[in-house]
């Protein structure tokens, strides 16, 4: 018989949207209660670019949380971003990690790099003083097939990114692809990825599944099945370069079931429950604290969380809305349920 309860030491989530103003109060309690510190992404309106928006932005997390989450905070690069600002603000400690949003990649990412050799000077930088940078790995140019962007992003952006910064530590976000997977994996031990569990659930015809289904949107987009089994390997093997990163990024059932709904999935209530379905499935339960626990802080130089989640083999039935917004999974029931 199967074991009905699996211990794991307090993991992390490695990519979160956490918003601003009510909403955030409504939805990091969520993250708080799966996880132990989060990285959590810049791209408000406006975006946070300064070592003091940063601690501001903090601060205000912590109120909405409560003691015993650490939010780890980033800078929004832009391509008037000054190197010594990002480093004052990392020396500091008011963040750990930039941010390269493509322009018009995602949500809020009007301000991003147009071009990426315009940060080449800040991007040496950041290898001279051991800053990480996390990337939305898409090109924008609208030439380019939507399920075709992560791909192009890899041989135009990354690639030359790596080949001229090679002490540069990175991180591949949300990767979707079978190419990403393969690039990650011939990479140095400078390049790692994460893996967000609808990426692991979801193919692209979850998009269009009887009509077109809002909640099943998010950016990058699912891709096919072969790639997602592609990715669902990669984040079982055991292989120290892929680690937890939601990429939960709640919106009101308003903004996601309207003409132009945004992109963005809210997986952060049931996330290890996701996350552990899928392992068991890939007969990888071995590897899942690796993952969600450890992978991910070692990669940034952070000691490893003190305690442990526990989750038990039990029906978890998901909400059809948590806070005005529709949750990863609505109504399904999955197989493993988190304790309190």
């Not at 990480?132 to 097939?145: A, K, N, Q, S, Y």
Request: aromatic residues 8%; negative net charge.
């Amino acid at each position: 018989m199967a074991n009905e309860t699996l211990t794991i030491r307090r993991p992390d989530d490695w990519h979160a949207h956490l918003r601003d103003g009510e909403m955030l109060k409504a939805v990091a309690p969520f993250t708080a209660r799966q996880f132990a510190r989060a990285i959590v992404m810049p791209n408000l309106v406006p975006p946070i670019a300064t070592p003091e928006e940063a601690s501001a932005y903090r601060a205000r997390i912590v109120d909405a949380t409560g003691p015993g989450f650490t939010p780890l905070m980033t800078c929004y690069l832009t391509d008037s971003t000054s190197q010594d600002e990002l480093a004052r603000g990392f020396e500091t400690g008011a963040w750990i990690a930039a941010k390269l949003y493509p322009a018009g990649a995602t949500t809020n990412s009007a301000s991003g790099v147009t071009d990426i050799r315009n940060i080449y000077p800040v991007l040496e930088r950041m290898e001279r003083i051991g800053m990480v940078l996390c990337v939305h790995g898409e090109v924008t140019d609208p030439r380019i097939d939507v399920f075709d962007r992560e791909t192009v992003f890899i041989e135009r952006v990354l690639a030359p990114v790596t080949r001229d910064f090679p002490g540069l530590k990175i991180v591949f976000e949300h990767i979707t692809t079978a190419q990403a997977v393969q690039f990650v994996l011939q990479a140095g031990d400078g390049l790692a990825a994460t893996v967000t569990p609808q990426h692991l659930i979801l193919n692209r015809n979850a998009i269009f599944a009887g009509g077109l289904r809002p909640h099943a949107y998010c950016l990058p987009v699912a891709k096919r099945e072969e790639h997602r089994l592609a990715v669902r390997k990669a984040a079982s093997s055991g292989s120290p370069k892929f680690f937890l990163g939601t990429d939960s990024a709640p919106h009101s059932r308003e903004a996601k079931e309207s003409s132009c709904g945004c992109a963005g999935i809210f997986n952060a209530p049931f996330a290890l429950e996701s996350y552990a379905t899928v392992f068991e499935e890939e007969g990888a339960l071995d590897h899942f604290e690796a993952f969600a626990s450890e992978n991910g802080a070692r990669f940034y130089g952070l000691p490893l969380n003190e305690g442990s989640v526990t989750l038990e083999r039990s029906e978890a039935r998901v909400p059809d809305e948590l806070a005005g917004v529709v949750p990863f999974q609505a109504g399904e029931v999955l197989g493993w349920r988190l304790l309190a």
